[in-house]
């Protein structure tokens, strides 16, 4: 349902949002490399986030990227929205022109719950509150920590 572009995105600020600080940044090549992500596509995703203000970022030899307080108060949906729009949660699911209550494709009353529940778990939950549900539960964000849960 996310493109690849807004799935990376959300990995890489949940990312740093476990692991950066305003004190500790963290460059491109340590949150590809742990992310297994292309470096110059979320060297872009991340200039994109920062211009926007959803990432925080310093240039230079100390510098990278971190997330703020301000920052983690943000939502998954204002990520959702700066990289893919909000189309995909507004179009019908199986691309009709047209689909409502009152004129329904297939899937609408099967799909429109579930987006729903989607939409409203990306807007109300803000990025500290998935990192606090991701440290405390052992989620992972990277194969790279699903395999080391596995050995």
Request: aromatic share 8%; with cysteine; glycine share 4%.
């Amino acid at each position: 349902m996310l493109s690849n572009a807004c799935q990376y995105a959300i990995r890489s600020i949940l990312y740093l949002s476990i692991h950066s600080n305003e004190t500790k940044k963290i460059g491109v090549k340590v949150i590809a490399d742990e992310l297994e992500t292309p470096q110059p596509f979320l060297a872009k995703l991340l200039q994109q986030l920062a211009k926007k203000k959803l990432v925080s970022s310093i240039k230079g030899p100390h510098g990278g990227f971190y997330l703020t307080k301000k920052n983690n108060e943000n939502s998954l949906w204002d990520i959702v929205t700066c990289i893919d729009g909000t189309d995909k949660f507004d179009n019908c699911f199986l691309g009709l022109a047209t689909c409502d209550d009152k004129n329904p494709c297939p899937v609408h009353f099967i799909v429109v719950p579930f987006k729903q529940k989607l939409l409203n778990d990306f807007r109300d939950k803000t990025i500290a509150q998935f990192t606090k549900e991701i440290t405390l539960s052992g989620r992972v964000i990277s194969l790279k920590d699903f395999n080391a849960l596995k050995d």
